[in-house]
């Protein structure tokens, strides 16, 4: 696979989705331009959460916009207090729902508590108020839930696959568990988190084996 080849299939997996270094902005302004007419607002750490759950909802047949129930990137976990202190005046008329990173999961809840959304003190707990937590993140959740040998042959047929190799044959990732060099891949740039967001989840939709974390999420709002 040639370079074109491999940019126009980078540019359909990102098919109505900004790019470039103001994307983040973008996306968070264009989901709070909709939280007014919304019933249901989901908060997220950053863009490729949204990308996931959206196409999670198109797979299980949902119209996420339809339903006005808008996933909003925060930013970074950083950033949940603030938000939720903003949404929360929406009252009983919208519902706050959420989903984290088993290393955030401390931040959102220590923000829930502090804009008084209720007073989780387990993960569980943090569930019933509608907020899920991903282990360890999603990539590593997705990676389970697709297999490593499917992993690999969407790697191939996106054109990664001899980057990939290149990756697991670096001293630092040479002989390290599969799952490990594929979550390390994922992350080495933020359009490649972004493209195989939606991509794994995809396959994931597939195997009709989404990751609990989405799958109860997608069922709480």
């Not at 750490?45 to 198109?58: F, K, N």
């Not at 047949?61 to 990137?73: H, M, Q, T």
């Not at 979550?183 to 084996?209: H, P, T």
Request: with cysteine; net charge positive.
């Amino acid at each position: 696979m040639d370079v074109t080849d491999r940019r126009e299939r980078a540019r359909r997996a990102l098919d109505g989705y900004a790019s470039g270094p103001a994307a983040p902005v973008r996306a968070t302004a264009q989901a709070l331009a909709k939280v007014d007419g919304a019933v249901a607002v989901v908060l997220v750490e950053g863009v490729s959460d949204q990308i996931a759950l959206e196409t999670a909802a198109r797979g299980r047949g949902r119209d996420l916009e339809a339903e006005r129930v808008v996933i909003l990137p925060i930013g970074g976990a950083q950033a949940i207090g603030r938000f939720l202190t903003r949404l929360g005046p929406l009252g009983t008329r919208v519902r706050l729902a959420g989903l984290c990173d088993l290393r955030e999961a401390e931040i959102f809840r220590r923000g829930l508590v502090a804009a008084q959304i209720g007073s989780p003190r387990t993960r569980v707990e943090m569930e019933h108020l509608g907020f899920y937590v991903c282990v360890d993140d999603l990539e590593d959740e997705l990676i389970r839930a697709v297999g490593t040998a499917q992993v690999e042959a969407l790697f191939d047929s996106q054109g990664d696959l001899g980057s990939f190799r290149s990756l697991q044959s670096q001293p630092a990732w040479r002989g390290r568990e599969p799952e490990a060099q594929m979550w390390r891949f994922l992350g080495s740039g933020s359009r490649r988190k972004l493209r195989y967001a939606r991509l794994l989840v995809e396959a994931a939709v597939d195997r009709n084996n989404l990751p609990r974390p989405l799958e109860s999420l997608l069922g709480a709002v």
